[in-house]
């Protein structure tokens, strides 16, 4: 701990601070760069330039070291010109295009140029150009604004674990460069918010706003189970943008490209009034009409012959109405988990991501089955990444072969490589054995499969076997890619007492046995299996947000809330209970789920007990307690892992791929345009020829 | 307005030939276990001798996969010295040394007699393919000036005449030796040695290795010849 003389004042800082650092502790801002706090340290920016007794000239305070018995200045005459020699060397061959450029009113060099510059130049000479860059879909490059912190090359390289940024040249000749490709990462969105000028910036959203001109709503994401804090910028109705939020414990300062970029999808494609499909056709109609012709086709129906699927963005006040309505209706067929997945409502320590995204950062091993963390939960592989940088960590992946961004000893493709290592076989059982923190994360592609509860049985055989579970430490780990999937089995939205889960209403509607299905914003299920039409098949009600293939087949369309349009509950994949927060009213009649359904209640007759979302809210926590706790992760209670999923036997065939697409796995991101430029660049431009360099 | 590119060059596959091979394996081998990267600048040296004096893309980025290192990390390097040329050389690489003491000395008239005599500009390389003519800084010999540096040997003492001689000699195949042009050791004064007069001469040089040049006793004390 040293202790250190800031401006005169004493204080004691941890060890192994930097002088920056310290002064931050002390209250006292440094202005910079290139320092990030989340990247290594380059000290080539020399902005935060400070005095050091004793030493004959300015010091890099972000390089150098806080020792004991330091005397630092950061308000002497000496400082000041220092600083003003720098950002006067900075402007040189910054454009000042400030008018003009998207960093505009948020730009550290804009910001600090007032704060620490001189406000004038004396410079006469021709400013150097650079010619733009390409660097995929998602990012803009105006490369004459550079000043070379090489924040990017280093969040490329370090966070995003793609080494495709560099800095070439020298001198006035460095420039910034992919090498003319675009930049292959879930997360180069990031990208943009590291750079502190308006050389690199968002390509969707370019010329589009000022940020002075938007409202900025606090809310979390729900495009996967991670539950990214995030801040959604509007103007009017319209989402202009999606940034990230601090929330250390789970996405840190990062987003994923999808929950950046697929907000353009929320103004397409929407569900904005009521439809009834008549003689075939779906025709607008009112509210009114929507609820007498379900009403009427559901008058006098045995609640046997009724279903009900919850949807992967679903908030969990809207599945708590749904499930209750039902219940109303004397209907036990829910289901919450639209990819089949073989997992469990009840005992809450079988479904989550037990360890906790922060707590990857005290494990010592972990072994992947059936999921690819880079596609399905990116934040998570960011934090994987970052353990695997701390060192002595091992990676065991069984699945299908893929790039993590860290090396993995790859281990096999299918079921019976995890029972092979279940019995102790092969060198990563002797890993795990030896780890003293080892996890195991199962993926939805390990147990969305006919014998998914065959090996959730095995994998917790594993878990008690290979002592995963122990005081203080969980490392039974399921890594979910819907939203609203954990939400759903706090919720208990699981086939009730005689009722049929997912198959079993597929089978149903085939048989006749289901004539009435609820789709609650469920557009990833076979929509084949509902039969063509409500004659040959189901009567198919679709609540949602979007026109996907649920509203496709639907007879009733009732138009719903996009997860920037309500004030919901989401839990991710730790079982933390977050707040989604409205940031922009829903489209046309369009209205928050949960009230529709409250709605409907009425005139079906079956009326739901909460008339405002504090009722509601008050039965989410007499359904469930969890949802009393606002983000906070309970440590699942200890023993037990016996007791999820069944024996059974073990299909040998590989396991599957999850998420195919990562940048399209809802009807949000189905819809958005960037995501589809992106599928195009990354996804099929992999296997084709279509990679453009148009830029 | 000042404009920087990036390199330009034409597609082709690039393989060390068996010797250059041979000979990194021996360089990496001089570095520990897991920092092979460390020979990036040599292979890169190798890989330019082997490509005529510069690097196309391909060159880079077979050095990067022989050192297992991403592509753009070479190339960082590979633009960062301007030892390694990014855009296609004549046979000869002509470098004038325009810094200060060579500039004194008349660096600018070589460059002129030179653009003259090639016909190219400063950065061209001449239409038969022989010459590239690029002005550098400061080569180290300023008490040699004014000088050039041709492919790996440095011309001293130059003036206009005895440069045009040079390249003729050159480009008619001949051997030119490198260093002074007026006859004189590295760089000894002019006109012969000025001081340290009074010490003993220098034994003749030693056939078994010892290096030439060492005082043969102790060495002169500091103060010795004042």
């Not at chain 1, 300062?253 to 999808?258: L, Q, V, Y």
């Not at chain 1, 009112?286 to 009724?306: N, P």
């Not at chain 2, 390694?84 to 500039?103: A, D, E, M, S």
């Not at chain 2, 790996?152 to 003492?157: A, I, K």
């Amino acid at each position: 701990m040293p202790k250190l003389t800031i401006d005169g004042k004493e204080i004691e800082v941890p060890g192994g601070v930097t002088v920056l650092q310290a002064c931050e502790l002390a209250g006292i801002e440094i202005p910079h760069f290139c320092y990030h706090e989340r990247l290594s340290v380059a000290g080539n920016c020399r902005m935060c330039l400070v005095e050091m007794e004793r030493a004959p000239k300015p010091i890099a305070s972000c390089a150098m070291p806080a020792g004991e018995g330091m005397v630092i200045r950061t308000d002497t005459p000496a400082v000041k010109k220092a600083r003003q020699g720098v950002m006067e060397f900075l402007l040189i061959n910054h454009p000042l295009d400030c008018p003009i450029c998207d960093q505009g009113g948020e730009c550290d060099l804009q910001d600090q140029a007032m704060a620490y510059g001189v406000g004038h130049s004396r410079y006469e000479e021709n400013k150097r150009a650079v010619k733009e860059k390409y660097m995929g879909p998602l990012i803009k490059t105006i490369m004459t604004r550079c000043i070379h912190c090489t924040r990017c090359v280093r969040f490329a390289t370090e966070i995003a674990g793609v080494e495709e940024l560099g800095l070439v040249g020298r001198g006035e000749h460095a420039e910034i460069t992919a090498l003319e490709k675009a930049i292959d990462s879930e997360l180069s969105g990031n990208l943009i918010d590291v750079c502190p000028v308006g050389a690199l910036t968002s390509k969707p959203y370019a010329f589009a706003a000022r940020p002075w001109e938007l409202v900025k709503t606090y809310s979390v994401d729900a495009l996967d189970a991670v539950g990214s804090n995030i801040r959604v910028d509007t103007r009017g109705r319209e989402v202009m943008r999606v940034l990230p939020r601090l929330h250390e414990d789970i996405n840190e300062e990062w987003i994923s490209d999808k929950t950046r970029y697929a907000c353009d999808g929320l103004a397409r494609q929407r569900l904005d009034r009521p439809y009834l499909r008549e003689n075939g056709k779906l025709r607008p109609a009112s509210w009114e009409e929507a609820f007498r012709a379900i009403a009427a086709r559901l008058d006098g129906l045995d609640g046997g012959k009724i279903a009900a699927l919850a949807g992967d963005l679903c908030d969990a006040e809207s599945i708590l109405a749904l499930k209750d309505l039902m219940a109303g209706l004397g209907a036990a067929n829910l289901d919450c988990r639209q990819d089949g997945a073989k997992l469990e409502a009840g005992a809450r320590a079988g479904y989550l991501f037990n360890t906790t995204i922060a707590g990857i950062e005290r494990a010592d091993a972990v072994l992947l089955v059936g999921t690819n963390p880079r596609r399905e939960a990116a934040l998570v592989n960011a934090r994987l990444r970052k353990r695997f940088l701390m060192g002595g960590f091992r990676v065991g992946l069984i699945g299908q072969p893929c790039d993590l961004s860290y090396p993995v000893d790859y281990l096999g493709a299918g079921p019976e490589t995890l029972k092979d290592i279940a019995e102790g076989k092969g060198a990563f059982a002797e890993v795990l054995k030896g780890a003293e923190r080892p996890m195991i994360v199962l993926g939805m592609a390990a147990l969305a499969r006919p014998d998914g509860a065959a090996i959730l049985h095995l994998t917790c055989k594993l878990v008690e076997d290979f002592g995963l579970v122990s005081d203080g430490w969980n490392g039974f780990n399921v890594l979910h890619t819907a939203a609203a999937r954990v939400a759903g089995l706090d919720l208990g939205f699981v086939p009730g007492a005689g009722g049929r889960d997912l198959a079993g209403i597929l089978d149903g509607v085939h048989h006749g046995d289901i004539e009435v299905v609820y789709l609650l914003g469920a557009d990833e299920i076979d929509m084949a299996g509902l039969g063509p039409n409500a004659d040959e098949g189901a009567f198919v009600i679709y609540q949602g947000h979007h026109g996907d293939v649920g509203a496709h087949r639907a007879d009733v369309i009732l138009p719903g809330a996009a997860y920037t349009e309500k004030n919901g509950t989401y839990v991710n994949t730790e079982g933390r209970v977050q707040l989604g927060r409205l940031a922009a009213f829903p489209p046309g009649e369009a209205r928050e789920d949960w009230t529709i359904l409250r709605a409907l209640s009425e005139v079906v007759g079956e009326r739901l007990p909460y008339d405002n979302l504090g009722q509601l809210r008050q039965r989410l926590i007499e359904v469930n307690p969890v949802f009393a706790a606002i983000d906070q992760v309970e440590a699942a209670p200890r023993g037990g892992f016996g007791a999820f999923g069944a024996a059974g036997t073990l299909d040998p065939a590989p396991f599957a791929v999850a998420v195919e697409n990562f940048y399209m796995t809802d009807p949000i991101s189905r819809a958005s345009e960037t995501m589809a430029k992106c599928t195009e660049a990354f996804v099929l431009g992999q296997s084709g020829e279509a990679t453009g360099t148009g830029g | 307005m000042k404009m920087t590119r990036y390199r330009e060059g034409e597609p082709g596959d690039f393989v060390f030939t068996a010797a250059d091979q041979a000979r990194a394996r021996v360089l990496v081998a001089r570095y520990p276990e897991g920092r092979q990267a460390s020979a990036v600048l040599a292979l890169l040296d190798l890989a330019q001798r082997q490509s005529g004096g510069w690097l196309p893309r391909e060159a880079i980025e077979y050095v990067a996969n022989f050192l297992e290192m991403a592509p753009i990390r070479v190339h960082e390097v590979a633009s960062f010295y301007s030892m390694f040329n990014l855009k296609p050389v004549g046979r000869h690489l002509i470098q004038v040394c325009r810094t200060t003491p060579c500039w004194l000395r008349g660096a600018a008239e070589l460059t002129d007699s030179c653009c003259e005599k090639l016909g190219v500009g400063l950065g061209e390389t001449s239409e038969d393919g022989e010459f590239t003519l690029i002005e550098v800084e400061c080569l180290g010999a300023c008490a040699n000036a004014p000088m050039v540096q041709i492919g790996d040997d440095y011309y001293e003492d130059l003036t206009p005449e005895r440069l045009r001689q040079i390249l003729d000699d050159l480009k008619a195949g001949k051997e030119v030796p490198g260093g002074s042009r007026i006859g004189r050791q590295s760089s000894m004064a002019e006109g012969g040695m000025t001081t340290l007069k009074d010490l003993p001469a220098p034994a003749p040089a030693d056939p078994s290795g010892a290096p030439a040049g060492a005082p043969a006793g102790a060495p002169a004390a500091p103060g010795e010849g004042a």
